[in-house]
């Protein structure tokens, strides 16, 4: 059964820095592209970041470009996002999701993981 | 970028009725669309991919339809489980977009 369990959520200040992780099981991880996806509260979804299996393409949205940084462990099964310079909008729930091989939509996703930027 | 829209943002029905949840998108997208569902408490479920293509594991009572800009999820005859939010998604290009989303309701 594919598995992804997001962590390393919390209450951050602003400007400060957080580091997400998604272990991955129920698949060979290192064959699949894998994502970050968000959702502020009450408002809709918003894709994050991408990177291929081999860590050789590697995709940000503009809104977090320069500041957040995605990256995997393969060896670990793990994917990461580390985000610095927090700012307010970036509170959100933060998905892990698995791109479907061959396809650029999102087969699994993780149960998320809450980043609160307040101070 | 590519703005998807959900015009519906609710859709009140029965179990047994069938409703179409519509998304439309800002240019062509050709058929890169697809559509999930959440579940109170669950992971978002991919339904279809390819405007109409059933992900293993989706009930043949769902359908997706459309080309270009507009596009269509079907469900016949609602089940008490299908009542949720449905959001589709572009992957013509990046960044991936996401509609508003529906939120599917009993009535």
């Known amino acids: 059964e594919v598995q992804l369990v997001e962590s390393g959520g919390g209450l951050v200040q602003p400007g400060r820095s957080l580091k997400l992780s998604c272990l991955a099981s129920?698949?060979?991880?290192?064959?699949?592209?894998m994502n970050w996806i968000r959702q502020a509260p009450g408002k809709g979804l918003e894709w994050v970041a991408s990177?291929?299996?081999?860590?050789?393409?590697?995709y940000y949205a503009d809104t977090v470009k320069g500041r957040f940084t995605i990256s995997r462990d393969n060896a670990k099964n793990t994917l990461y996002l580390q985000m610095t310079s927090l700012r307010s909008e970036d509170t959100a729930l933060y998905y892990c999701?698995?791109?479907?091989?061959?396809?650029?939509?999102?087969?699994?996703w993780g149960q998320g993981v809450m980043v609160t930027v307040s101070s | 970028d590519v703005q998807m829209t959900q015009s519906l943002s609710y859709l009140a029905a029965s179990p047994g009725e069938s409703v179409s949840i519509s998304c439309k998108a800002s240019?062509?997208?050709?058929?890169?669309l697809a559509w999930y569902q959440q579940k109170p408490g669950e992971a978002y479920k991919l339904l279809i991919y390819?405007?109409?293509t059933l992900q293993s594991g989706t009930p043949s009572r769902f359908s997706g339809s459309g080309s270009g800009t507009d596009f269509t999820l079907t469900i016949r005859s609602l089940e008490p489980e299908d009542f949720g939010l449905y959001y589709c998604?572009?992957?013509?290009?990046?960044?991936?977009?996401f509609g508003a989303g529906t939120k599917l309701e009993l009535k």
């Open positions: 999701a698995r791109h479907r091989l061959g396809g650029h939509y999102f087969d699994y």
């Open positions: 129920g698949f060979t991880f290192s064959n699949y592209g």
């Open positions: 990177i291929s299996s081999s860590s050789s393409y590697i």
């Open positions: 240019k062509s997208i050709s058929n890169y």
């Open positions: 390819s405007g109409s």
């Open positions: 998604q572009q992957y013509y290009e990046k960044p991936y977009t």
